[in-house]
């Protein structure tokens, strides 16, 4: 299994930000690890039960500091369509 994660901060500093660049940092990398270890749980031992290939993620993240925001996508690569819809049956469930 793969992850990787492609986190940002959008648009111009606020003068009155709730949370600086810093801060920002630090809310990035719980978010990657908290994201990453129940990844990791739910996944460690999943793979295509014909390919026999691990899924890939890619989690991004965007902070908006206009609305202070942030915004997560799961992209996920695996072998073959019915891999794929396993996959996100089980991203899907609750922890
Ligand atoms: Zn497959």
Same mark, same amino acid.
């Given at each position: 299994m793969k992850i990787e994660f492609d986190f940002r901060i959008e648009g111009d500093e606020q003068? *009155?930000?709730?949370?600086d660049a810093r801060e920002l940092q630090l809310m990035f990398d719980s978010t990657r690890r908290s994201l990453g270890d129940g990844l990791e749980r739910k996944f460690? *031992? =999943? =793979?295509?039960?014909?390919?026999a290939e691990a899924p890939q993620f890619q989690v991004t993240g965007r902070y908006d500091r206009q609305l202070e925001e942030l915004d997560i996508h799961y992209h996920v690569d695996t072998c073959c369509q019915f891999f794929l819809l396993r996959v996100m049956q089980i991203l899907n469930q609750r922890a």
């Open positions: 003068p *009155d930000a709730f949370l460690r *031992d =999943v =793979v295509c039960g014909e390919h």
